[in-house]
C-alpha cells in the first residue's frame, strides 16, 4: 500500500516545492516495514540534481497510508557544497589582521619547552602585561635579560619549516637570485641573524631590492647589490658660451 501511494506522495511533495513545478517521478525506496519513500525531480532554481523524498508510513493494521515526511535531498549527481572545514585549518598567511588573535596549540609541533621559572618565581596573569614575561630581581629576571625567558621556543621542526619557506621566496632557486651579479653573502646591505639560521639566513636592508626587510638566503642575491657594477655618471654638457647678442656675421 505504501509502494502504491505514488499520487499522495505527489500532492505532499507538490504542495512543498510550490511555487516551483514538480519533476518527473524517479521512484521509491523501502526504509523499513509499512515505511516507504517516493522521490520527484525538484525543479527548484539552485539546486540541480536534487529531489523530492516524501516517506509515507502505514501504521499496523491501519487501513490508510499517511505522509510521514517531505524534505529535499541532494541526488546522486546533486551540487554539493564543499565538505565543511574548521576555520583554524581554513587560514593562510596574511589572513591575521589588527585584533585578531591566534594563539599556537599546546602541541604545535613548531614550538617546544623553553624556560620553566623557578618555584616561587611563576608568572602570575595579573603582573604578565606589566611587567612583560618575567618578574624584576629574581632568576627569572636574569634569564629574560639573557634572552631564556620565553616559556616555549623554536623546535627543530620549526626552524625547518621557516627556512624552508624562506628559501622558496627568497632562495638561489629564484629567478632573481639566478640573474643577480652575485649573492647576498658578499653584500654590504646584509644584516646578520642572531641564532641557529645565521648560517644560511640574514635580512635585507636595502630599500630598493624586493627582498628589502625580508629574510634571506645568503645564497639569494639581487641586481642592487652593493658591489655590483658602478654606474658610470652621463658627463654633463658644457654650459653654453654666449659672446655676443647680436646676429652672427655670414
Ligand atoms: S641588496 Fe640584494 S644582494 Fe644585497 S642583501 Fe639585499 S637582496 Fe641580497
Known amino acids: ?3 502504491e501511494a505514488v499520487e499522495l506522495a505527489r500532492d505532499a511533495a507538490a504542495q512543498a516545492a510550490h511555487p516551483h513545478p514538480l519533476g518527473e517521478y524517479l521512484g521509491a525506496v ?3 516495514d509499512r515505511l516507504v519513500t517516493h522521490f520527484f525531480a525538484g525543479e527548484e532554481p539552485g539546486y540541480p540534481g536534487w529531489r523530492w ?3 509515507v508510513a502505514r501504521a499496523a493494521r491501519a487501513r490508510y497510508v499517511t505522509v510521514d515526511e517531505v524534505a529535499l535531498l541532494p541526488g546522486p549527481d546533486a ?3 564543499p565538505e565543511w572545514v574548521p576555520w583554524s585549518e581554513r587560514l593562510r598567511p596574511g589572513d591575521l589582521g589588527p585584533g585578531d588573535l591566534l594563539p599556537a596549540e599546546g602541541d604545535d609541533p613548531r614550538l617546544e619547552p623553553g624556560f620553566v621559572p623557578p618555584p616561587g ?5 595579573e603582573d604578565a602585561e606589566e611587567a612583560g614575561l618575567i618578574r624584576r630581581g629574581g632568576v627569572a629576571d636574569i ?9 616555549r621556543v623554536l623546535s627543530w621542526y620549526g626552524l625547518q619549516d621557516a627556512a624552508d619557506r624562506w628559501e622558496e621566496e627568497f632562495g638561489p632557486e629564484t629567478p632573481m637570485a639566478q640573474a643577480a651579479p652575485a649573492s647576498c653573502l658578499s653584500c654590504g646591505f646584509l644584516m646578520p641573524m642572531a641564532g641557529a639560521l645565521r648560517q644560511a639566513f640574514g635580512v635585507c636592508a636595502n630599500e630598493f ?3 628589502d626587510g625580508r629574510v634571506v638566503s645568503l645564497a639569494y642575491g639581487c641586481g642592487a647589490h652593493s658591489e655590483a657594477a658602478v654606474t658610470p655618471k652621463a658627463a654633463q654638457p658644457a654650459p653654453p658660451v654666449i ?3 647680436a646676429a652672427d656675421p655670414l
Open 53 to 55: 523524498g516524501v516517506t
Open 79 to 81: 551540487l554539493l557544497a
Open 243 to 245: 659672446d655676443h647678442l
Open 143 to 151: 634569564a629574560g635579560e639573557l634572552g631564556l625567558g620565553r616559556r
Open 30 to 32: 523501502a526504509e523499513g
Open 209 to 211: 631590492s624586493p627582498a
Open 1 to 3: 500500500m505504501c509502494a
Open 121 to 125: 618565581e611563576e608568572i602570575v596573569e
